[in-house]
């Protein structure tokens, strides 16, 4: 798979940025020694945790180069380090783990979390946010591009690309009895763009780019001029001619 590309996902910082921002703001801790930013992308989900927590030790962790290298410059006060959620583990006790919008690109990832809040001390949180929009229409009009279009053979099941989200109660279920607190809550963000081509742009940043690598170079016009036609049609203009992207997420806080 291509590398991230953190000036597109950058075009929408400050609403990439939010959930991360409401989901540290639930964190039930008033001093942080060490932090663990897990799946840290450009470093403005790390920057959060360096502006409430300015003399802790905080360690950003990714597997994109590209990244990590923005991640770097903008924040050279932390530690950034090349590295996979799955098969990463503590040196030393995290009180914090912050996984903001990763777990959802990890297989097996309701296995994963107990496992990343073990690592945590007592009283150590784990704070995880996930997107959950498999099925809103931005995401599933990929999986349709993808299996009605000429190059459908390259997708397979097509909706197989992202792993899918649990319902809050099974979350709630993979804590029991490790966390002192469990804290769950899904919402939805209204994200108001300028037209079709925005949200587009959007996703291309991250879900899309999943479809788009399977593609050759030449087929991948089309398949984005498909996706935005139908885009277009599920996203109409509202009266002052923006659009409206719905926008859910799951938010799972644990304290150990």
């Known amino acids: ?27 039930p801790l008033d001093g942080v020694t060490h ?78 979390l107990p496992r990343l809040l073990a690592q945590a001390p007592p009283g150590g949180v784990l704070a995880v946010q996930m997107p959950d929009n498999l099925e809103e229409p931005s995401h599933r009009l990929m999986r349709e591009t993808a299996l009605l279009g000429p190059w459908a053979p390259k997708f397979g099941e097509g909706g197989r690309l992202r792993e899918r989200i649990l319902p ?47 593609l050759d170079e030449s087929e991948q016009p089309q398949f984005l001029e498909d996706y935005t036609a139908r885009i277009a049609q599920a996203y109409p203009p509202r009266s002052d001619g923006k659009v409206v992207l719905a926008f859910p997420r799951i938010f799972i806080v644990a304290k150990k």
């Open 1 to 27: 798979m291509a590398d991230w590309n953190p000036s597109l996902y950058l075009r929408f910082e400050d609403e990439r940025t939010r959930p991360a921002r409401d989901l540290l703001g639930r964190v």
């Open 168 to 214: 809050g109660e099974d979350y709630y279920n993979l804590f029991a009895g490790q966390a002192s607190l469990i804290d769950i809550w899904r919402t939805t963000y209204f994200h108001v763009l300028d037209d079709a081509a925005a949200i587009v742009s959007w996703v291309r940043a991250t879900g899309l780019r999943s479809y788009l690598d399977l």
């Open 35 to 112: 932090a663990v930013d897990i799946g840290c992308g450009p470093g403005n989900s790390t920057e959060l945790l360096a502006e409430r927590w300015p003399d802790a030790d905080i360690l950003g962790i990714d597997t994109s180069d590209a990244m990590l290298a923005d991640a770097r410059k903008r924040l050279p006060s932390a530690r950034f380090e090349k590295g996979d959620a799955l098969h990463w583990h503590a040196v030393r006790a995290p009180d914090l783990i912050f996984a903001n919008a990763v777990m959802q690109w990890v297989s097996g990832h309701a296995a994963l």
